[in-house]
């Protein structure tokens, strides 16, 4: 079994950064790779952003250039970030954690709320 988790979510102005983290821990044996989606209320949850094991990155086109993803791992756990720049309003949303090894795992979810 694989729990994840994520962190940093929160009240930022527009403009402002934010920083999120994802920690995926437990009988990890293989990572393919970890992704942040995010679900804005009455829309349905869309990828932000994705990378594999091999790190090679992937963006929705609302966030290129905006939003940076990066991971790092250890034998126990495998922790993601995403650091968010230039935010706008439209970013608020509930943002999750995707792990995918043998099968997936989802995170419970962190708010985001950007004010204008």
């Known amino acids: 079994q694989v729990q994840v988790v994520e962190y940093g979510g929160g009240l930022v102005q527009a403009g402002g950064s934010l920083r999120l983290s994802c920690v995926a821990s437990?009988?990890?044996?293989?990572?393919?790779?970890m992704a942040w989606y995010r679900q804005a209320p009455g829309k349905q949850r869309d990828l932000v952003a994705v990378i594999s094991s091999g790190g090679t990155r992937v963006y929705g086109d609302s966030v290129k250039g905006r939003f940076t993803i990066s991971i790092s791992k250890d034998n126990a756990k495998n922790t993601m970030y995403l650091q968010m720049n230039s935010l706008k309003p439209e970013d608020t949303a509930v943002y999750f954690c995707r792990f995918n090894g043998y099968r997936e795992y989802w995170g419970q979810g962190t708010q985001v709320t950007v004010s204008s």
């Open positions: 437990g009988s990890i044996f293989v990572m393919n790779s």
